[in-house]
């Protein structure tokens, strides 16, 4: 709050809304990615993995309990990991980028 005061009082009202509105932005398109990666893994896992490697038939609705569940799982493989001091999200990621060549 004393940030944000001493903020409005340096530079005026007009600063603080657009770097608002910058940071809102930011933390949008944040969210919408992270949505969109759980999304993916979770129905590939429910699909492709359980579907067609298991050779498991599932219904909707338990197609929809598995993915479900598997977002849970991957949210939370990820908080540990970014919550880690230890753990190199960067090198993690390296990994990742190595194996598309």
Do not use: C, Y
Not at 5 to 25: E, P, Q
Not at 52 to 63: D, H, N, Q, R, T
Not at 67 to 90: E, Q, Y
């Amino acid at each position: 709050i004393v940030k944000i005061a001493h903020l409005l009082s340096t530079h005026g009202a007009l600063v603080a809304v657009i770097a608002g509105v910058i940071l809102a932005g930011i933390l949008a398109a944040t969210m919408s990615t992270a949505d969109s990666q759980l999304l993916a893994a979770s129905s590939s896992i429910s699909q492709n993995i359980v579907t067609e490697v298991f050779g498991i038939k599932m219904s909707k609705e338990k197609s929809m309990l598995v993915a479900r569940i598997t977002v849970v799982i991957i949210s939370v493989i990820s908080i540990i990991l970014a919550s880690n001091p230890d753990s190199s999200v960067f090198e993690i990621v390296s990994f990742a980028w190595a194996g598309f060549g």
